[in-house]
């Protein structure tokens, strides 16, 4: 059903980091920095389709066409507060790219997500959007950001997310007919409280040793 719209990184090296991730013994500095090089690998993926042009240059040796990417930088957005953890990565492939912020909290008993922060650079509905979650379990918050994004006019969104539970990658493509998403593993299944099994914890709790 989804056939063209889930992009699986399978590549070893991506699936071993993924590996220590999900240890429950590794450390806050260690857990962060793999996720900022599992950000950065799929931010390699999801560029890949960039547009490009071409632009005469001169090297050491001769005058040659190249070749450079066109249009308007890309922005980067992460959902607070664990998509921060992406940002820094997607940025060491996309150093010019512009970054965003939405704040959106999961209440702890229904489930919920409520937005309480938003804030896009100038123009964002004429580039392309890079939407970062390392989680997508019920899809809850990844909707409600898509949602203030297609309102804002942005045309062009994909969800880079390292672990997704197959409940969250349905309801998100269902919400959205145009979306790409970019992920590390599909899980099993969520549990009765909506984590994913067998996941990796609390990711912002983890990125940042608040637990």
Not at 12 to 40: C, W
Not at 108 to 133: C, F, G, M, W
Not at 173 to 196: F, G, K, N, Q, V
């Amino acid at each position: 059903m989804y056939e063209g719209r889930v992009t699986l990184l399978d590549h070893p090296m991506v699936q071993h980091k993924l590996s220590i991730l999900r240890r429950s013994d590794t450390p806050t500095k260690l857990f962060r920095e793999i996720v900022g090089e599992l950000a950065m690998l799929e931010a390699y993926e999801a560029t890949r389709d960039l547009p490009m042009e071409d632009v005469e240059i001169d090297t050491p040796m001769a005058h040659m066409t190249a070749r450079q990417i066109s249009g308007k930088k890309l922005v980067i957005v992460p959902i607070l507060r664990a998509g921060l953890g992406m940002v820094d990565g997607v940025l060491e492939v996309v150093p010019a790219a512009r970054v965003g912020h939405l704040g959106m909290e999961r209440d702890e008993v229904t489930h919920v997500p409520r937005s309480y922060y938003a804030k896009l650079p100038a123009n964002s509905d004429q580039r392309e959007i890079l939407l970062v979650d390392p989680m997508l379990a019920t899809g809850g918050s990844a909707i409600m950001a898509v949602e203030f994004l297609r309102k804002a006019g942005v045309k062009k969104i994909k969800f880079l997310n390292i672990v997704a539970s197959p409940e969250g990658i349905k309801a998100l493509l269902d919400y959205d007919p145009d979306l790409h998403i970019y992920t590390c593993a599909i899980d099993e299944r969520l549990s009765e409280d909506a984590y994913i099994i067998p996941g990796l914890g609390d990711a912002g709790d983890r990125i940042f040793g608040t637990k």
